[in-house]
């Protein structure tokens, strides 16, 4: 560090000198190939976190929400799969749509995706979140969500039973794993 | 000294069942303004139906409500049967109120799970799904299709019923009705429940009528109004039920009439079985009706509801009308809300049963 950097350290508030050393620390790690490294080795372990303990958005929109609770009711019992519905983006990893999107539901979508952090995924569940469904020429219901959202899964049917439900969250859980993405010193 | 804010509720929140908005004004903790704000999941439904051929409308009026789907199915045929002018066979009228009583049931548990889960109490949904599943393999066996059956058709029923039917139907509902009392009992014997519904959202048989409220909010209230006995469609005619009223209008008073609601189903689907005859259940239709307008209503599982349909002589309605019942009770939320305290939004909005697809068509 030359003396330049340390002038300009002892001026910074304690926040951004925290933010400049780990800026730093990342860099470095990136930069020497440390971050690889070290991805290579904990991914297993992140992704054997994530896969495992999913948590959807307790969001129901239209129809196919039915299906979606009958899914974690006594026959079906998805929580054995980890799958435990939040009620609050911020808590959750899974935007599970279940329904028809329309105009007025849109930009609320988009700031609920966005209010997620990440690692996040998106899956579609129904013919009206994948491509509009029986609504094709409605004019007011967006046709498919992954015309402004990208959609990881996409699970057909109308409503698809709990089982291409449950099908598809075990699709979910192998992407999961085949990504196989490192996390260290990201957000 | 107070000072009143406005909170926001939805449309992303775990007590809106469906995608709608709640805007309450309180002071402290009570209510003093309540604005209900919908349209998010409107598609120009009586639009888009002007495109479609007659029977084509059929599933997507099964979409409309997917609480109870069968009865608006069920509605948009008997709407278009009056404008073609046909008798739909007597068996067909059989295997129609069974199927409808059905569907009030399985409506009514969903109801009760949603209710479980608003109210603080997971075992409610647990046990009232699981009842409904009951019913919902019954109606697999019968049309394929778990919850958007496609199976009534403009002059009878799509298929009769399958070998066994009857048999398994009788063994559902001897299953079924002796727990209705266990759901009872998860209910009523829980302090909780009852604390948190007696005396909670009332409304006196004045303004029920006023507001428009219909179905078992409005008998709540203590009116005697049932479609089914007053302006009897299908076979209601010759069957023997009772209609449930009771007199308090509270949320607790909602809920004993959609219990008793059930008993009384299960009563009229063992007197269908019983009366079925043997015949044919469908009869050949012309594709275009004549002239004419025709209107319908029935009792859904959430109130009245109704369709008002014009033919033009074309395959295609000219224009079809839906009065939801869903959409009044919502407008008649606020006078429930009032003067409660913010606490009871999810006891007052989770009883009315909200079902949003048919609110915003
Ligand atoms: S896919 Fe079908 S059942 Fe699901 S929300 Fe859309 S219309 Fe309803």
Known sequence: MDIDLSYQAMTMTAKQFGEMTQNFIRETAVATGAKKAIDKLTAPIWSWGQRNAIYPLHFGIACCALEMAAASAPRWDAERLGLIYRSSPRQSDVLLLNGWISAKMRPTLRRLYEQMPAPKWVVAMGECSVSGGPWYDAYNVIQGVDTFIPVDIYIPGCPPRPDAMIDGFLKLNRKITAENRGRFLDD | MSEEMWINMGPQHPMTHGLWNLRVRVDGETMTAAEPIVGYLHRGWEKMVENRTYPQIIPLADRLCYGSSFTWSHLYCLAAERVF?????????????????????????????????????????????????????????????????????????????????????????????????????????????????????????????????????????????????????????????????????????????????????????????????????????????????????????????????????????????????????????????????????????????????????
């Open chain 2, 85 to 361: 002018n046909i008798e739909v066979p007597e068996r067909a009228q059989y295997i129609r109120t069974a199927c409808i009583e059905m569907q009030r049931i399985s409506s009514h548990l969903m109801w009760l799970a949603a209710v479980g889960t608003d109210l603080g109490s997971y075992t409610i949904l647990l046990y009232g799904m699981r009842e409904r599943e009951l019913f919902l393999d019954l109606m697999v066996e019968l049309c394929g299709a778990r919850m958007t059956y496609n199976y009534v058709r403009i002059g009878g029923v799509r298929n009769d019923t399958p070998p066994d039917f009857e048999r398994n139907v009788t063994r559902v509902l001897d299953t079924f009705e002796p727990r209705i009392r266990d759901l009872e009992a998860l209910c009523d014997e829980c302090e909780t429940f009852r604390m948190r519904t007696i005396d909670i959202g009332k409304i006196n048989a004045a303004d029920a009528m006023n507001l428009g409220l219909t179905g078992p909010s409005m008998r709540a209230s203590g009116i005697d109004l049932d479609l089914r006995r007053h302006d009897p469609y299908e076979i209601y005619d010759e069957l023997d039920f009772d209609v449930c009223t009771h007199t308090d209008g509270d949320c607790y008073a909602r809920y004993r009439v959609r219990m008793d609601e059930m008993r009384e189903s299960v009563k009229i689907i063992r007197q269908c079985l019983e009366k079925m005859p043997k015949g044919p259940t469908r009869v050949k239709v012309p594709r275009c009706p004549p002239k004419g307008t025709a209107v319908a209503r029935v009792e859904d599982p959430r109130g009245e509801s109704l369709m008002y349909m014009v033919s033009d002589g074309t395959d295609k309605p000219y224009r079809l009308k839906v009065r939801s019942p869903n959409y009044v009770n919502l407008s008649a939320s606020p006078a429930m809300l009032l003067g409660n305290k913010i606490s009871d939004v999810p006891a007052i909005m989770g009883v009315l049963d909200m079902c949003i697809g048919e609110t915003d068509r």
